[in-house]
């Protein structure tokens, strides 16, 4: 659920607001759910619930805060409430059992450092790349997505899932971990040197 409160507000201030505040991240919104759904028909559906639930919001909003920030997190309760119950979506007991497969300190930073930054991801977004990001359980995608390709900061990502910075840094070393033995087979192939992996963070 949006935990905001419903606040009424003029439609000729509410559509100015929007178009100010909320549109420049209309291309960002379908990304991230296109990366969520892996299907463009559910991605712009998604875009568009959020947008509707948005603009019911949009009193809500304090201008010049992070409306991005805000949008994204609209999304992804669309998204957990509406799109994770489809057949095609990842189950809580999946989710489960590859985060105990993953077990560390909850707190603490990833021992390796297995930091795949933006720049790194966007070079390498071939299809075996996109392949890897989708088949993660839903909990690890949506924290790979938000840090390394939308770089949002532990304290933003904490507010849109709702979850302690702790588990923030958690789910990400632990969805990292997950990718960076997906794809070592296929960064060798791309010329990477994936045994320096723990040594400088990248392929």
């Known amino acids: 659920m949006l935990e905001v409160e419903e606040k009424s507000i003029a439609p000729e201030k509410a559509k100015a607001l929007f178009e100010k505040e909320f549109m420049p991240h209309l291309d960002a919104m379908y990304n991230f759910a296109l990366r969520l759904t892996n299907d ?3 991605a712009h559906d998604l875009v ?13 909003f304090e201008p010049g805060t992070y409306a ?3 949008l994204f997190r609209i999304l992804k309760n669309n998204f957990i409430n509406d799109y994770r119950k489809k057949s095609r979506g990842p189950s809580k007991v999946e989710f489960e059992w590859v985060e105990q497969a993953y077990v560390g300190e909850e707190d603490a930073e990833p021992a390796f450092q297995a930091d ?7 070079e390498m977004m071939g299809d075996e790349i ?11 995608r949506m924290i790979i997505i938000l840090c390394d390709l939308e770089d949002f900061s532990y304290e933003e990502m904490a507010k849109i899932l709702n979850i302690p910075i702790g588990t923030v840094r958690s789910r990400l070393h632990r969805g990292r971990a997950i ?3 997906t794809l070592a087979s296929y960064a060798k192939k791309r010329g990477y040197q994936t045994d320096s992996l723990s040594a400088n963070g990248t392929f």
């Open 40 to 42: 463009e028909e559910d």
């Open 48 to 60: 568009q619930d959020t947008c509707l639930k948005a603009y019911r919001f949009i009193g809500s």
């Open 68 to 70: 991005k920030a805000w």
């Open 116 to 122: 795949l930054k933006a720049e790194t991801v966007n």
């Open 130 to 140: 996109t392949k890897a990001i989708q088949a993660l359980p839903v909990d690890f």
């Open 179 to 181: 990718l960076k033995d």
